[in-house]
């Protein structure tokens, strides 16, 4: 079964504005989260991450929110710029399962000019 | 090496063949992961290696499938009898111990399509 999803395939957003991407979970024994940007052709790369002993984590242009309650996380991108223009996998871990993670099945962003 | 190598970058087999892929993990990265990437679904765990221990085979679809790692480096991964739904790219990451927090690093993957 799909534990974590990101129920928006794509999303197109103006240069500069912000993006915000969504992802909700459904096992609440996952403490960690993260998000992993792919380029085509190219694997995933570590974006951000976030405890969930936290509600926010901020590293420069991007910020992820986690909402324990409802399940849900999501990931901000301020100002958006052509260069983020790639898919962004959301994934979860429990922190006994040494790395091990779920993903989502992503979310294409195309940032216009 | 800087990153993680994945080879072949491309591989197109006949339906019942045997294919390897071979991972070389980072340097001194204890932690090896693999995973699979179907067409438009998200990755999905397959195996994982951590220092000496046995490693977690939860992930793999069926016993067609098997991994190793030597000498806590280089890992293969063998389909065996391959079929058409084994078409994918399928990554290999490492990490310094297991990951966690910190993510682990990709590498660019093997797209493998059966036809």
């Known amino acids: 079964d799909q534990q974590v999803k990101q129920n928006s395939p794509s999303l197109s957003v103006q240069e500069g504005r912000i993006s915000i991407l969504n992802c909700d979970y459904t096992?609440?024994?996952?403490?960690?989260f993260l998000w992993y940007k792919k380029y085509p052709a190219e694997g995933p790369t570590f974006l951000i991450s976030i405890s969930s002993i936290k509600d926010k984590n901020e590293d420069g242009r991007f910020t992820v929110f986690l909402n324990k309650s409802a399940k849900h996380l999501s990931l901000h991108i301020v100002p958006s710029q052509p260069g983020d223009s790639a898919v962004y996998f959301c994934?979860?871990?429990?922190?006994?399962?040494?790395?091990?993670?779920?993903f989502g099945a992503g979310t294409q962003v195309v940032v216009t000019p | 090496g800087a990153g993680v190598s994945q080879s072949p970058s491309n591989k197109v087999t006949e339906k019942g063949k045997d294919v390897e892929l071979r991972c070389d993990p980072i340097?001194?990265?204890?932690?090896l992961y693999w995973y699979r990437q179907s067409l438009g679904q998200g990755l999905e765990f397959l195996i994982y290696?951590?220092?000496?221990?046995?490693?977690?085979k939860s992930g793999l679809p069926s016993d067609r499938f098997s991994a190793e790692r030597t000498g806590g480096s280089v890992s293969t991964l063998t389909i065996q009898r391959t079929q058409q739904e084994d078409s994918a790219v399928y990554l290999c990451a490492s990490s310094p111990l297991g990951g966690g927090l910190y993510g682990y690093t990709f590498g660019s993957g093997t797209r493998l399509t059966v036809v």
């Open positions: 290696f951590q220092g000496n221990s046995a490693p977690d």
């Open positions: 340097s001194g990265h204890t932690a």
């Open positions: 994934a979860a871990g429990i922190g006994d399962s040494w790395g091990k993670l779920q």
């Open positions: 096992n609440s024994m996952f403490d960690y």
